[in-house]
Nanobody, 126 residues
Framework: QVQLVESGGGLVQAGDSLSLSCAASENTMCIRAMGWYRQAPGKERELVATFTSSDRTVYADSVKGRFIISRDNAKHIVRLQMNNLKPEDTAVYYC????????????????????WGQGTQVTVSS
C-alpha cells in the first residue's frame, strides 16, 4: 500500500495564507498522480489541485490564481500553497495518490487504484 501523511492546516482569517504538505511513503514508485481534494460539510469531495499522470497540473476553477501545487519528487512530497483564503475554502483537505495506470507493474497491480491521507482541517473565518 501507499502511506500518505499530511501536515499543515488550521484556523486562519480571510485573506491569509496557509500551506499543506503531503509525504508519501511505501511503494512510491507506483504513484502516477498526486494531489489535493477537499470536502466541506454536506458537500461531496472535490478536486482542488493535482499533478496528473501525464505531468500536467490541474486546478479547480475556484482556486485558480490563489493556490499553487508543487512537488519534491525526490522526497515524494506534494505541497499546496493557499493564498488569499476565503471562508468558502473551509473544508477537510485530503491528499490523494492515484496509481493508474499501473502498466502491469508489480507490486502496483496488487494494490488499490488510489490512496487517501487522513485529512487535515482548514478553517477560514470571515
Amino acid at each position: 500500500q501507499v502511506q500518505l501523511v499530511e501536515s499543515g492546516g488550521g484556523l486562519v482569517q480571510a485573506g491569509d495564507s496557509l500551506s499543506l504538505s503531503c509525504a508519501a511513503s511505501e511503494n512510491t514508485m507506483c504513484i502516477r498522480a498526486m494531489g489535493w481534494y477537499r470536502q466541506a460539510p454536506g458537500k461531496e469531495r472535490e478536486l482542488v489541485a493535482t499533478f496528473t499522470s501525464s505531468d500536467r497540473t490541474v486546478y479547480a476553477d475556484s482556486v485558480k490564481g490563489r493556490f499553487i501545487i508543487s512537488r519534491d519528487n525526490a522526497k515524494h512530497i506534494v505541497r499546496l500553497q493557499m493564498n488569499n483564503l476565503k471562508p468558502e475554502d473551509t473544508a477537510v483537505y485530503y491528499c490523494n495518490a492515484d496509481l493508474r495506470p499501473t502498466g502491469g507493474q508489480v507490486p502496483c497491480i496488487t494494490m488499490l487504484p488510489e490512496y487517501w491521507g487522513q485529512g487535515t482541517q482548514v478553517t477560514v473565518s470571515s
